[in-house]
C-alpha cells in the first residue's frame, strides 16, 4: 500500500490546513494514523482513526484543533488542522497497518505503510 501526504504548507499561527494522504488500493481494512517530526525531536502521534467503526484518537496536544477523517470509497484520508500554533511545525507523516487502537494511537513501530512526508512551517 502507497501512501502519498499532500496539503503541506507555510501558515501564520491561527490559520488552518487540511492534509491529504491518497493511498494506492482500499484502505478499508486498516487503521490510518498521522504522525509529525520536528527536527530534533522523536516522530509522535497525532491522531489515527480506525478501520473497524471509525474511532479517532487524538495526542493531547492537538485534541479540539485537529480532526481526522478518512473516504474509504477515495482511499484517501484527512487531516483538518484548524488554530495552528509554531509547535505544530513538522513534517507530518500518515502511516497504515492492519491494527485496531486502544484507548490511544499505536506508536510509529506498528505500521508499516508510510507516506514520504509533508512539510507544515507555521510562522510568522
Known sequence: LKLVESGGGLVQPGGSLRLSCAASGTIGYVTIAWFRQAPGKEREAVSCISYTDGSTYYGDSV??????????????????????????????????????????CPGPKNYEH?????QVTVSS
Not at 508510510?114 to 509533508?118: A, E, I, L, V, Y
Open 114 to 118: 508510510w507516506g514520504q512526508g509533508t
Open 63 to 104: 485534541k479540539g484543533r485537529f480532526t481526522i477523517s478518512r473516504d474509504d470509497a477515495k482511499s484517501t484520508a484527512y487531516l483538518q488542522m484548524n488554530s495552528l500554533q509554531p509547535e505544530d511545525t513538522g513534517v507530518y507523516f500518515c502511516a497504515a497497518d492492519v491494527l485496531v487502537p486502544l484507548n490511544t
